[in-house]
C-alpha cells in the first residue's frame, strides 16, 4: 500500500528573493573586498620572498600605493643593532639633560617626540628664545600644525633649506614616528649646537623599501647612514695648541692665519685661484679639495665635487671629500667634523689646513703654541 506524503510537518517558509539591485550590491560589496585582500597578500608576497626573510608588519594601508609611490620601514632585526640602540640611549640622556630645569622626562624617542611639543622646549632651551607655536592639541591637524612651526624654526636655525632636510625629516615623518626620521633631526641638533656628547660612528640600519611599478609591489633594501665616521661633539676633543691659542693667545692668531694663507696660496696660483680669508672661503670644500689634488699631483674629476654648491648637503659632502682624500694621502684623521667647517667654525678650518701644513711644508711647521 501506498505511502502518502506527509504533510503534517512544519513547512519553511521560502527566502525572500534578491531584488536585483540587491545582487548587483553585494557582487560590489565582495568584489571589492577582495581586490582589497589581493592586494594586502600581493604586498606580503612581495615582503616575504626569498630575498626579504625579515617580515615586517606595516599593516594594510601600507601596502595601498600609487604608482611609483613607495614607503620604507626599518627592518626590525636593525633595532637590535647595538650600535643604534646606544644612538638612541645617548641622545635620550643628552635630551633629558637639557630638559631636567623643567622637569621634563623623556622615554621613548618615538613616542615622546612625534607631536612636537618637547622639540618645542628643546629647541627653546639651545637657542635662548620662544617658539610662537600653537598650543598643545590632541588633534592630528592640531599637532602638525605646531609641528609645522617648529621643523620650520629648525630648519632656518640648521641652515637646511631647499630639499635636503626633506629627505631626512618631514612633518608626516615625525608625527608618524619615523625613527630614522627623528634620529637624522636629533643627530643634527645635537651637532649643531655642539652637544657634550660623543655618538657612535658609522650607525646605519637598513630600510625595506616597498615601491608599487607597473601595478606590482616592489621591496628592496637599503643601508641609510645616521653617523658617519668622527663624530664627536662637544668637548671631546682632546685640547690641543688652537685651543690654548683661541683662549690665551689671541694676538697671535693673525700671524698664523697669515701663515697658512700664504701656505695654501703657493699651491693654488698653480691654477690661478687665490685665499684671501680663511674664515669664509674653505666653509664649502672646494677649496680643500682642489689643493689635495695640487698636493699629491692627481686631477681631481669635476664630477667627484661640486665645484659650485648652493646648499648645506653639497657642502659637507665637498667637505667630507676632501677629508676622504687627506686620509688616503696618509694624513692623520682631521680633529674637526665636516659640519663645523661647513658652519664657519674657524678652529676647525684651521685645524684641518694646519694638518696638511705639517706634511706638504717642508721645513718646521709654524709654531701655534700660545
Do not use: C
Amino acid at each position: 500500500m501506498a505511502t502518502s506524503p506527509n504533510t503534517s510537518g512544519t513547512l519553511t517558509p521560502k527566502k525572500k528573493d534578491e531584488s536585483f539591485l540587491d545582487k548587483i550590491g553585494t557582487l560590489g560589496r565582495k568584489k571589492k573586498i577582495k581586490e582589497v585582500s589581493e592586494l594586502v597578500e600581493e604586498g606580503k608576497h612581495a615582503i616575504e620572498s626569498p630575498t626579504s626573510p625579515t617580515i615586517p608588519d606595516i599593516g594594510p594601508e601600507g601596502y595601498v600605493l600609487g604608482e611609483n609611490e613607495e614607503r620604507s620601514i626599518i627592518d626590525p632585526s636593525s633595532r637590535d643593532e647595538p650600535k643604534l640602540k646606544e644612538l638612541i640611549k645617548i641622545l635620550l640622556d643628552w635630551i633629558n639633560d637639557e630638559m631636567a630645569e623643567q622637569r621634563i622626562l623623556v622615554k621613548d624617542i618615538e613616542e615622546d617626540l612625534f607631536d612636537g611639543q618637547i622639540l618645542q622646549k628643546l629647541i627653546e632651551k639651545l637657542q635662548g628664545i620662544k617658539v610662537g607655536a600653537p598650543e598643545v592639541s590632541q588633534s592630528e591637524i592640531g599637532q602638525k600644525q605646531k609641528l609645522r612651526v617648529v621643523l620650520d624654526y629648525i630648519n632656518r636655525i640648521l641652515n637646511v633649506g631647499g630639499g635636503w632636510n626633506q629627505q631626512k625629516w618631514s612633518v608626516d615623518s615625525i608625527h608618524s614616528k619615523n625613527l630614522v626620521a627623528i634620529l637624522h633631526l636629533l643627530v643634527a641638533l645635537a651637532r649643531h649646537f655642539r652637544a657634550p656628547i660623543r655618538l657612535p660612528e658609522n650607525v646605519q640600519v637598513i630600510l625595506i623599501v616597498v615601491q608599487k611599478t607597473d601595478n606590482l609591489l616592489q621591496t628592496r633594501r637599503v643601508a641609510e647612514e645616521i653617523t658617519a665616521y668622527n663624530d664627536d661633539i662637544g668637548a671631546r676633543f682632546e685640547r690641543d695648541a688652537f685651543d690654548t691659542l683661541f683662549d690665551h693667545a689671541p694676538d697671535k692668531l693673525n700671524v698664523v692665519k697669515k701663515t697658512l694663507v700664504t701656505f695654501v696660496n703657493k699651491q693654488l696660483v698653480k691654477v690661478n685661484l687665490e685665499v684671501t680669508d680663511l674664515d669664509t672661503q674653505f666653509h664649502d670644500g672646494v677649496f680643500l679639495v682642489i689643493m689635495m689634488g695640487l698636493l699629491e699631483e692627481y686631477f681631481v674629476p669635476l664630477y667627484s665635487f661640486h665645484l659650485t654648491p648652493t646648499n648645506f648637503d653639497q657642502k659637507v659632502h665637498n667637505v667630507h671629500f676632501a677629508f676622504e682624500l687627506m686620509q688616503d694621502a696618509g694624513l692623520p684623521q682631521p680633529k674637526a667634523r665636516v659640519e663645523d667647517v661647513v658652519n664657519h667654525d674657524l678652529k676647525s678650518t684651521l685645524r684641518v689646513l694646519y694638518n696638511i701644513f705639517t706634511k706638504y711644508k717642508g721645513v718646521a711647521p709654524v709654531s701655534v703654541s700660545a
